[in-house]
């Protein structure tokens, strides 16, 4: 899910000017966000290929939507996190993909990422990377015992030093869980009780953050931060004080996954780039890259022991067990969801 950042949607494309193979030719048009793959990977694909990659990047999953139904036929190959795809085939969006032209789908990705509950009979999506959401912490400003619960985000000796994501679900999804709650209740009452323990929260919030956080926690001027699992490695990579925990009472587990558009345009090229992709040595240099979970064995095992013995990259099965996928929030409920959180972004 997520290298998310404020940016404008931006336009590269990887031409290699190379005359074509024999085994395709044209372009497939990838949407993707911004910063979350090793794009020389693309360029290897079209000397291999013959195929141009051209690239347009998105900030947030719902800008990324409302701009494939302005603009339909413009992707072949999007990159949503499992939330929307489980919105896009509710809403017909997407196109059944042909596992028979995806073998190094099939050989090489983990088996508790497939049917899965956004994409339950596994018909329109390969993993792409995956990840929890967590604590990020300074052990040289924060008492471990605190962390092991979501709340020490609650806790005053730590006030103006906690950094919190500004995205509503995992916001509230956080706050649901050290409540009690699922992260995907629609129970009124509970969101309620969520975001009043937000708003009293707020005046030791020092504030709310996306890809800042990373950094902020990196430099060593904070001591706390909700992050998503990939931004807490690079910067315990910049900072050797850092350290990452998902809390006691659970958390969600996310997938961003490969996706066609039902009205692609290339859809053969696209089946060809996602193929690519699964191959263990190009999801290894992905996953290297980003330095988020990897859903594709074939890498994991090329990764070896600095992989496997990482638990912020690879967090044991009783974690994965005790965290939530996202689930589509249906239309009737986002109201009550965007009141909430203006409530909580809007408190003094």
């Not at 909700?226 to 997938?255: C, F, I, K, R």
């Not at 996954?257 to 090229?269: D, F, G």
């Not at 090329?302 to 496997?308: F, P, R, S």
Request: aromatic share 14%; glycine share 4%; charged share 20%.
């Amino acid at each position: 899910m997520k290298k998310i950042i404020s940016s404008l949607i931006v336009l590269v494309l990887f031409a290699a000017f190379i005359v074509p193979s024999a085994f395709a030719d044209g372009v497939v048009r990838v949407y993707n966000w911004y910063d979350y793959m090793d794009e020389t990977v693309f360029d290897d694909f079209t000397a291999e290929t013959g195929i141009k990659v051209e690239v347009t990047y998105f900030t947030t999953c719902e800008d990324m939507m409302v701009q494939m139904q302005l603009s339909p036929g413009a992707y072949d190959v999007v990159f949503p996190s499992d939330y929307c795809i489980e919105r896009m085939i509710a809403e017909d969006m997407l196109a059944e993909l042909d596992f028979d032209q995806l073998p190094n789908a099939e050989e090489n990705t983990l088996d508790w990422l497939y049917y899965t509950d956004y994409d339950p009979n596994h018909e329109y999506s390969v993993p792409f990377m995956w990840g929890t959401v967590g604590i990020l912490y300074n052990t040289t400003m924060v008492d471990e015992e605190d962390v092991h619960t979501w709340g020490v985000l609650w806790n005053e000796k730590y006030a103006n030093s906690i950094l919190m994501l500004k995205s509503i679900r995992d916001t509230m999804g956080t706050t649901l869980k050290y409540l009690g709650y699922s992260m995907n209740t629609r129970d009124e009452a509970q969101l309620s009780k969520a975001t009043q323990a937000l708003i009293a929260q707020k005046p030791l919030v020092k504030a709310y953050y996306v890809d800042e956080s990373k950094d902020e926690m990196a430099a060593g001027s904070t001591a706390l931060a909700v992050v998503w699992s990939g931004d807490a490695l690079y910067a315990m990579e910049q900072n050797e004080d850092l350290d990452y925990v998902v809390p006691d009472e659970g958390s969600n587990v996310w997938v961003d996954a490969m996706v066609v558009p039902k009205n692609a345009e290339n859809y053969e090229n696209a089946l060809m780039l996602i193929d690519f992709l699964c191959r263990p040595e190009i999801a290894q240099r992905n996953c290297e890259y980003i330095w988020y979970s990897s859903p594709n064995f074939g890498a994991i095992e090329l990764m070896g022991e600095e992989y496997e013995e990482n638990p912020t990259i690879n967090p044991s099965d009783e974690i994965i067990a005790n965290c939530e996928f996202f689930h589509d929030i249906p239309d009737e409920y986002l109201s009550v969801y965007n009141t909430y959180w203006s409530q909580i972004i809007n408190a003094k």
